[in-house]
């Protein structure tokens, strides 16, 4: 474990929570919850957590520190909404790069996280209008043309869903912030709040193995009498 690891986060509370629901600039005021409280318990006994599995956590904490922290692209000659378009891409991105790290730590193939939240699907679901009328030829995945037909129609808010189809959106060029496509500033803030979730998501999913781990490690109480 690197010496700096704890010193780039906030110091640790003891009374800190995750949170389920996001706050503007809240996780990245704060680091990651937990984080020094996992790196004690590696401190203390190094079998809490094995080299390689240790690796991994420390490269999901750099994602996390760095998606929870990004604040946009800087480039010369584009105005700024198309900026803002660009960074809630990329920010996106960002965050789901940060859960696959987790997910790699954790030693689970992919990402099996299904969460509703019928506000921001709603909010959503306008940016998969050009996806879902070109034939769906941006998604190879049938389950992922299945869920996209889902969702546009209004039967199910997994906006899981909505963030892996967004991250193949951007990846593979398709997603567009200017021109016909345009995102509006709804857009724009909608798929920032999809990215602070996915972050809020993945601190729950750590702190919760890490509640695990460490009632595995505690040990047996006893029950025999004195």
Request: proline share 5%; aromatic share 10%; hydrophobic share 45%.
């Amino acid at each position: 474990m690197e010496n700096g690891d704890i010193q780039n986060d906030a110091k640790p509370n003891r009374s800190a929570r995750p949170s389920s629901r996001p706050a503007p600039g809240a996780i990245a005021g704060r680091g990651l919850v937990g984080w020094g409280q996992f790196c004690g318990k590696v401190r203390a006994d190094a079998a809490f957590c094995e080299p390689e599995r240790l690796r991994k956590f420390n490269r999901f904490r750099a994602r996390f520190l760095l998606a929870s922290r990004f604040r946009g692209v800087v480039a010369d000659h584009y105005d700024q909404n198309r900026l803002d378009g660009y960074s809630a891409g990329i920010g996106l991105l960002l965050a789901y790069s940060a859960a696959e790290g987790l997910v790699n730590a954790l030693g689970q193939r992919r990402i099996t996280w299904q969460f509703a939240d019928p506000a921001i699907a709603a909010r959503l679901r306008p940016l998969f209008a050009r996806a879902r009328n070109s034939g769906f030829e941006v998604f190879s995945d049938p389950a992922r043309r299945l869920w996209l037909e889902e969702f546009c129609a209004n039967r199910t808010d997994d906006i899981w869903g909505a963030a892996t189809a967004l991250r193949v959106l951007v990846a593979h060029g398709f997603f567009t912030p200017t021109g016909v496509d345009a995102l509006t500033k709804r857009g724009v803030a909608a798929i920032d709040d999809l990215r602070l979730l996915l972050l809020v998501r993945a601190e729950l999913q750590f702190n919760e193995w890490l509640a695990e781990r460490t009632a595995a490690a505690e040990p047996p109480t006893s029950t025999l009498s004195p």
